[in-house]
């Protein structure tokens, strides 16, 4: 499957890229083959926490109650880093596994 996307970036990704904003075309559906695919702007590192540890953070608030909605945990390498944030189609991939799904 070849999937096109408009990539926006921010903070030390945008750094990393040099742009802003732009589209990409890769083979796959899912946001790892996507951060595979774009190997020549070496973000992956960036968001991908490949243990446990690399996408947990300390010190959160504790959580009174059930979150809203249905929240379900990546599988382990499939995790963003702590505080580093990867959405699709304007949703944010932790809460459940995240494939890029464009009309």
Known sequence: MVTTVEVKCTGHVRSAVGKGSFEYTFDG???REFLNAVEE???ADMLIGETEADATARGWAPLEGDPPETWNKNP????TRAFARVAVNGRFNQGGRATVNLP
């Open 41 to 43: 702007y070496d973000v």
């Open 76 to 79: 382990e390498g499939e995790q």
């Open 29 to 31: 559906s899912s946001v």
